[in-house]
């Protein structure tokens, strides 16, 4: 049973770029949440996907922004690169039926924005 | 706003040390309690979590957590650490009225001492 996936595992930017990643979520989870840890931080939620549209939404600015597709896999997109958004992506997976805050979590995205 | 704090940022012990990790939660209502663990190189990896009942509850690897309510606190206990348990830990809460969004601590990195 394959579990959360990401891709790509490391990413350079550099200001003013775009950039596009990918999850796949743990077979039989159909909802797919974003987080950003900084270094030496707890992650952050960006936001969550269920049913292909924008469940819930953390403090983060409209230059992030996802889309999950009808196979329940998700995108996150950052526009405008920031130095500040150096940090690990992690895309966690969950089921909408019972317990659905139980979060499993992908290995994450290194995105190093110079 | 939901908030988590871990108390202790750095803990060093030696083998066979008693471990207790502090977790604290500013929220008041009902609310799902989580213990991961991020050991040097892997992913974010669920320890234990707590959704209703017994607030004792047991994890892996021979973790425990006791969720006090009237202390707003769900600590992280092992009789006996090893080296192995060397990594980073976090707690994490979901309260329901908030949607399915988990809030992190900054975690707490333990090292284990031969």
């Known amino acids: 049973d394959a579990g959360v996936t990401q891709s790509p595992t490391h990413l350079i930017k550099t200001r003013g770029q775009q950039v596009t990643l990918r999850c796949s979520p743990k077979s039989g989870h159909d909802t797919v949440s974003w987080y950003q840890q900084a270094l030496g931080q707890g992650p952050q939620f960006i936001f969550q996907?269920?049913?292909?549209?924008?469940?819930q939404r953390g403090n983060f600015p409209d230059r992030f922004s996802g889309h999950q597709f009808p196979n329940y896999s998700s995108e996150l997109n950052v526009n405008a690169l920031l130095l500040g958004d150096s940090a690990l992506y992690l895309c966690?997976?969950?089921?909408?039926?019972?317990?659905?805050?139980?979060?499993?979590f992908g290995p994450g995205t290194r995105l190093t924005v110079l | 706003a939901q908030s988590v704090s871990q108390h202790n940022h750095h803990v060093i012990l030696s083998e066979a040390a008693s471990l207790e990790l502090g977790c604290n939660y500013s929220?008041?209502?009902?609310?799902?309690l989580f213990w991961y663990v991020q050991y040097p190189g892997q992913h974010l990896q669920l320890l234990l979590k707590y959704f209703s009942g017994d607030p004792l509850v047991k994890g892996i690897k021979g973790f425990e957590a006791e969720f006090i309510k009237s202390k707003f606190s769900f600590n992280l206990r092992k009789p006996s650490v090893q080296w192995s348990d060397t990594a980073e830990y976090f707690c994490a809460v979901n309260a329901p009225g908030g949607g399915n969004k988990l809030t992190f601590g900054t975690g707490t990195q333990l090292k284990v001492e031969l």
């Open positions: 996907y269920y049913e292909e549209e924008e469940r």
């Open positions: 929220y008041g209502g009902t609310v799902n």
């Open positions: 966690a997976s969950s089921s909408s039926g019972f317990r659905s805050s139980e979060q499993f």
